[in-house]
Structures are given as C-alpha cells and as structure tokens.
C-alpha cells in the first residue's frame, strides 16, 4: 500500500514561522504513522518560488531574485531538517521540468478550449494573490486573512479558466466521499465555498505587474497565476504525467491550514477534473496559532513565535509534541515559548522522563543493570498494562491529522496512570523484604515494558528522544519491520544500558 503526503509549499517571501513547522510537522507525523504499518511513504515538502510577494520580497531585499530565492528557500529546508521531518523530496517551483509541465498543461487546456481571454475588474488582495468578491471581505472592506494590507482596483486583460460546470460534480464528489475533506467542520466550510455559482479563475498575471512565473506556452505577455503554478506541484513531484505516477496520486493527502482550503478544495480539484484527473484522495486541515488569550500573532505585539527559537531553547521534541498536542480540531490554538517549556518540563520531564528514569535506575541498581524476571501479574498489573495497550493502540491503526492530538494526549494520560501505579506499588519498600522480593521484579518488569510501549508510540509524534529512551532500554525496533505493539516484549534479563535524563528541566 501507497502514501503519498504533501505538505503546502511555501511562500518565501518571509523567513519560516510556526505554522510552517506545525503543517510539516503533522505530515511528518503521518508518514511515520503509515510507514510503521508497512506502508511504502511519499512525503514531499518545499517553498513556492514564484509571484508576485516573492518578487516583491526579493526586490525590498536588494538582493538578486535567484540568490534571494536561495537563501529563502534554505531557510526553509533548514527549519524542516531541524525539526527532523522526514522528506523525501524538498519541492523549488522554480526547477525546469516543473515549470514544463505547468505549461504543457496549461497548452492542454487552451486547446481544447478551457481557457478563455478577457476583461476583469475587480478587487485583488496582494496577500492572497487573488481576486476577490465583496462578499468575501470583512465589514471594513478588507481580506479577512490580510486585514493590514487592503484590497486593490484592479482593472486587467487576462486569462481565465471556466470552472463553474465542474461545482456540481465536486459537490457530488465530496458528498460520495464523506473522508474527503476533515476534520468535518472544513468539510461544511467547502461546502459553504460551494453553495454559490463559481466565477472564473484568473490564471495568468500580466508581466507588466509580475514577471516571476511560468509564461504562458500560448501568450508570452503573461505568467502563469502563482497558485496554478503551484497546485501542480503534487502532481509533478511524483513525475507526472509519466507513467507511475497513478498509483501515488491515488493515495494523495494534502496537509493544510485552513487559510487554503479554498484553493485547495475548489480550485484544485476543478483544475484536475478538467484534464481529467481525479481529486486528492484526502485535505487534512488545521487551524492557525495564535498567541496566548487567542490573539493573533503580529511583531508589533511581540507575541510572534519562531520556531527556530523555541528548538534552539527547548529542543526540537519539545515543539513537535507540543504541536502534535495542542492543535484544536474546531478552532485556532494557542502557543507561545514558554507554554511549550511548561509543557515540556510538566509532561515530558515530569510525567514521561522521570518515571523512565526512576523505574530503569532503580532496575539498574537493584537487579545488577537487567530488566528482573517477573512472577505472576495481579490485578493492579493487568489493569495498567491493558490501560497502556489500549491508548498505545491508537498510533498501530492509521491515522489522520485531525486525530494527533487526542491520541498523543491518550499518551500522556496512561503515563499519569503509570506514575500513580509506581507510586501505590512503591518497589522502594518492596526490595526491603525478601518476601515481596518477586512482587518487586514484577512492579518494575511491568513498569519498563509499559514505558517501552509508550516510547514505541511516540515515536511517530517525537522520534529524537523516543529512539534514545528505547535504546537506553536496549530494545530498539527494527525501522523497517511493520510494528505491531504487544505486552511482555521487553525480553527479561535484557540488560540495560546508562540511563541519561532525557528530558533535563529547562528554566528561563
Ligand atoms: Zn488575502
């Protein structure tokens, strides 16, 4: 079985910020997911290279467009690598034979008549890089996603792709297709987008405003419209249209935040039904963060988070599982540097780490560096081995993005259970007598292989440290075998190796 997963690719008209790490951290975390089942994986990433902000980022910049476009872009990769998301190709909309196929297919679609020229005025945000109705404007008149920047008159000749006889068929589409779009609020949201005849999509820029693009095979006057450009991206990553490509288109799940569920809902798939694609088999959409008490992130309230910052200062599984953790599925979220270093240090280090550490030490100690040979398990053994199978469990099945958070929070509340369990079965008193000296090796048995389990888990949300407590635990997984978590796999007698902090406490 195939999985194919995107990400969006990015403007670089801006340094990375949080919710380019949050979008390619989740994908991330669902290719990991699908590869632990046995999956073959795809996961593509990368920066948009074209239009009209980034030729004005690249220009406000004073430096020369590809060398800006360089730097940006390795930004980019930069973030990506640090917060250990595992890609398998890194997409440059500037790279030729991306470029070619755009215009093949843009030569296809006005041959066969797709594409028609004309005038249009309107309301352009430079934001969005689209045209926009009244309707879709706040009540001052402004882009709801770009309220600072104001719409533009724009009065241009251009070219459009007629799109309103494809909405009936995507309506169907999404109807027969109930997983289409989640989590279900964007799914009402599409259908909202839908409700209303559709107007035609401008899909070219003329040079005289935007130079940075694909020109358009038929009018060499014009570039190709960024997001058009940009949308094919998924189909060219996988070498399309050569032959092979079908059965990873099949299994496509783009990863977006809702800001481009537009774009990716409507226009998107119209675009692939008329060349006679079909659509994604998957958006998987998330909301935005925000900073504490929900406001919305701008540098002059200085509540901005970068998330090169917060790795440099709590590391790079302090953010991913505070991302995998947070994300609301109904709304927008809260973050801020110290609210993932309260997190860390509270669930982590405290929860997580510290019982590693004090159940391994004192295994070490006690029963000469091994995991002890357990006796019969009771009743307060069966119940939180079952409690940790059971939250475990959730990462052995498939998931989807809308699901990272509860599941990662299951983690957590199963270690809560495993903590209490330790302490009420206190094996510091246990090893006194030589009577309970078998319940001990049992307590402490129990405790490891539930550790282990949840460090199996976890290491499709924070890899880094979870591979570290396993290898500590000298019982790292195969990579590439199907996981399949099951009790009692922590082999008695295995003998353990130094056991580090592994979540060390960080303060200001
Ligand atoms: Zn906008």
Known sequence: MKSYITTPIYYVNGAPHIGHAHTSTMADILKRNRKALGYDTKLTTGCDEHGQKNQEAALESGMPITEYLTMRSGEFQRLFDMINVDYDYFVHTSRPEHMRQVANVEQRMFDAGLIIKKQYSGLYCTGCEQFKKTTDLTDEGNCPDHPNLGVEELDELNYFLNIEPYRQQLLEHIEENPKFVDPPIYRAELKRMLAEPLEDLCISRPKTRVSLGVELPFDNNYVTYVWFDALFNYLTNLDWPKEGYEQWWQAAEHTIGKDILKTHGVYWPIMLMSIGESPPARLSVHGHWVGPGGIKMSKSLGNVVDPIEVIEVVGTDALRYFLARNMRSDGDSNISLELVRQTYNSELGNKLGNLLS???????????????????????????????????????????????????????????????????????????????????????????????????????????????????LNCLPNENEIWQPALDSLPPETKLNEIETLYPRITE
Request: glycine share 2%; hydrophobic share 45%; proline share 5%.
């Open 358 to 472: 004090r159940a391994a030490k004192f295994s070490k100690k006690q029963f000469d560096d091994r995991v002890p040979t357990p006796g019969l398990f009771g009743s307060a053994d069966e119940i939180i081995r079952i409690s940790v199978l059971e939250a475990v469990n959730g990462f052995a099945r498939r998931i989807e993005m809308a699901d990272i958070p509860r599941l990662t929070q299951q983690l957590i509340t199963v270690c809560d259970r495993m903590n209490n369990y330790f302490a009420e079965q206190a094996p510091w008193d246990l090893i006194k007598d030589p009577i309970t000296d078998e319940r001990c090796r049992t307590v402490i048995y129990v405790s490891l292989d539930c550790i282990r389990l949840v460090f199996e888990a976890l290491r499709q949300v924070i890899p880094m440290s979870s591979n570290a407590a396993l290898l500590m």
